[in-house]
């Protein structure tokens, strides 16, 4: 909005008006504005519209119609162009009235010359800048109000989420606990229960040589579950392979333990080459595909499980995908396992700075897409 309203429409039924306007502004100093004129309503919403003006003088009465009327039209169309009201009385209910209709001054006919019209068209053009400064702040105001209610809400939710994979971790914590201890009561307990009790019959025994030769075998084949039943547990605990061997050869065999008892096809595709991972990265993507190989297991019905990792310059890309049923179900659940646990995959790779995406589709199986960065890692030499 110029300093000057160098573009001037009087809306005024009388011409007089006009004539009596044109002269005063011509004795302005320093100033030249062109002064156009409507007296009909319907010709003022056109010019309104158009908003072709710098400044507009709207009467009061217009005929049957009421000039006021124009304003709040003018402003409801969001036109925030100086209005200075011109009227027949000046007294402070017609000031309040043209104010609450959005003018920004007024000017009492016949009772004004060419320097109170210069010092109005000063003050109106003045107000309107004031006036349209402030609701631009107050519309960043407001837009800056509604991002930060968007991002209370999103961190409220990722709060809730973050609140509910803790609580679901204590209670997978406590069920493996349990069944750590049910293993080590029942399978090894009896397995140590059953050497034992050999060792002592063995010691008592008067049997001959080619009896005691067989219970020592018998011995022999106890102890050899025994120590499967140890190597499995530790391996479900903590897989010996991702420390002396990596991340390929864990992967490998976590495969390897599960195809026998899932009747699933598995596709390896593992690039990450000689060169270790840190320990972190190399635990945090095994635990993904443990966990992702887990969840199709468990609900995707799928017949085919593609894994790839691949290492590349900048990063590190873990994919697993199936061709099962599809997450539809479960997106519909906020609180279903494989939601949860895609939650967790993520809070697990945020502090590596990485993420992990899930793209599913019904009836055509699911692709889990982990990324984690190795700059982030202090691992990009």
Sequence with gaps: MSSWASRILLIDDAEIEFLTLQRMLQKIPGQQATLDWVSQFHDAITALDREQHDLYLVDVRLGHHNGLDLIRYARSRGNIKPIIVLTGHGNPMVDEAATDAGANDYLVKGEFDAVLLERAIRYAIRDAQALAKLDQRLAECQMTARKMAVQSERRAAAEADLLQVLR???????????????ELHDNLGQLVTLVQFGLDALERSEASAAERSDRISSLKRTANDLSTSLHRIAWEVRPTALDSQGLEDA??????????????????????????????????????VQEGITNVVRHAEATRVGIILERRPTDVICIVEDDGCGLVAAASDQQSPRRLGLVGMRER?????????????????????????????????
């Design 349 to 381: 790779l945020t502090s590596l700075g990485g993420s992990v995406e899930l793209e599913s589709d019904s009836g055509r199986g699911t692709a889990l897409f982990a990324r984690v960065p190795l700059a982030a890692t202090k691992d990009a030499e």
């Design 168 to 182: 679901q971790t204590m209670t997978d914590q406590e069920a493996e606990r349990k069944r750590i201890a049910r």
């Design 251 to 288: 992967i490998t065999q976590l495969v390897t333990s599960w195809e026998p008892h899932c009747g699933l096809v598995f596709d390896l595709h593992l690039g990450i080459g000689e060169r270790r991972l840190p320990p972190d990265v190399e635990i945090a993507l095994y635990r993904i």
